[in-house]
């Protein structure tokens, strides 16, 4: 998992330069700018951070191997690579150990996998891990879920508290409430007891 670097006057140059020696096109690679100060009297330079995608699937693959080997567990691994998230789901049969009570002990490696690699690249990269596909089917229901006390909001006007639930589920929660005209949402409390409320907009 290498950072490709670029140094120049502009943004767009030093895109279509990385582009073109990694051989790769944007939606392969993560971009960072950042700005490098110029010398005397000279103007601030552009630094360009390029990390390819594959590169850090491969890194996630091999640190997510190695962590469970050690638990005596094999595992097959399946990434998908969408435009602002990898998605890891591992396939074993001993999926209960790995997702853990209530989805602690995969939490627990994602939350390790996303700390190496920003040790790693200095950078923050929205990696999901997924047990048999546990989270998904858990995203399905929760999603469902919420339309219908969206509904209930809008019917009844009365608002609603939810249970404590991680960034990732608020975030689910937010997004599904705001297609809802009228209603609104709102975030309460300190981790890891922060909940959401669902309620008419005033």
């Known amino acids: 998992m290498k950072k490709n670097e670029y140094i120049g006057k502009s943004l767009e140059e030093l895109k279509e330069k990385a582009l073109k020696e990694l051989n790769i096109n944007e939606t392969e690679a993560y971009f960072f ?33 190695e962590i469970i080997g050690k638990m005596g567990i094999e595992v097959n691994l399946e990434a998908k690579v969408r435009e602002d998230c990898i998605t890891i789901n591992l396939i074993s049969d001993n999926n209960s150990i790995l997702i853990g ?13 996303r700390s190496s690699i920003q040790n790693k690249t200095g950078y923050k990269i ?11 089917q858990k995203t399905s229901n929760l999603e469902y879920r919420i339309k219908k ?18 960034s990732y589920e608020r975030r689910v929660v ?25 309620k008419l907009e005033k």
């Open 174 to 198: 937010h997004n599904i409430c705001n297609e809802f005209d009228g209603i609104i949402t709102e975030s309460i409390g300190e981790e890891p007891n922060r909940y959401i409320i669902i």
């Open 33 to 65: 700018q950042e700005e490098e100060e110029g010398g005397f009297l000279k103007g601030k330079k552009v630094k360009l951070i390029v990390l390819i995608k594959y590169e850090i699937v491969e890194y996630c693959k091999n640190f997510i191997k």
């Open 101 to 113: 009570r209530n989805g602690k002990t995969i939490d627990s490696l994602q939350l390790l996998l």
């Open 149 to 166: 006390l969206a509904l209930d909001v809008k019917r009844t006007g009365a608002e609603i508290k939810l249970d404590p639930m991680n």
């Open 126 to 136: 929205n990696i999901l891990l997924d047990v048999g596909s546990y989270k998904e």
